[in-house]
């Protein structure tokens, strides 16, 4: 897959891989597509990839930084939004480990 050409394309791509793996009501679909589509946006302005060419340290930087001001459950949230991703990219198993952090919960306990 070629990188996006801009963060409105890598949430198109971002909002085409989950759609096929959400389940759910049209509302629960629609929102976590969008959350997906919003975050592979920050990343694409950040480095200009999209969610086919994302490393472990896009994710983390997304994470640690764009999310550190939303409540504990909207991080959980975006956490799940960025797992099912993960898993839809085939990259979840090798990242988890690096991908701890507060956010795993919805408390935000670590």
Same mark, same amino acid.
């Given at each position: 897959?070629? =990188?996006?050409?801009?963060? $409105? $394309?890598?949430?198109?791509?971002? +909002?085409?891989?989950?759609?096929?793996?959400? %389940?759910?009501?049209?509302?629960?679909? %629609?929102? $976590? @597509?969008?959350? =997906? =589509?919003?975050?592979?946006?920050?990343?694409? @302005?950040?480095? &200009?990839?999209? /969610?086919? &060419?994302? &490393?472990? +340290?896009?994710? %983390?930087?997304?994470? $640690?930084? *764009?999310? +550190?001001?939303?409540?504990?459950?909207?991080? #959980?949230?975006?956490?799940?939004?960025?797992?099912?991703?993960?898993?839809?990219?085939? *990259? #979840?198993?090798?990242?988890?480990?690096?991908? +701890?952090? /507060?956010?795993?919960?919805?408390?935000?306990?670590?």
């Amino acid at each position: 897959m070629s =990188a996006p050409r801009n963060a $409105e $394309e890598a949430g198109r791509v971002a +909002k085409r891989l989950l759609s096929r793996s959400v %389940r759910g009501g049209s509302v629960t679909v %629609r929102t $976590e @597509c969008e959350r =997906a =589509a919003r975050a592979a946006g920050v990343i694409w @302005c950040r480095w &200009q990839v999209g /969610p086919w &060419q994302w &490393q472990q +340290k896009h994710v %983390r930087w997304f994470l $640690e930084h *764009r999310t +550190k001001e939303y409540s504990a459950w909207t991080r #959980y949230r975006y956490w799940l939004t960025v797992e099912r991703m993960l898993r839809v990219i085939k *990259r #979840y198993d090798d990242w988890a480990p690096g991908l +701890k952090g /507060p956010w795993l919960s919805p408390t935000g306990d670590p």
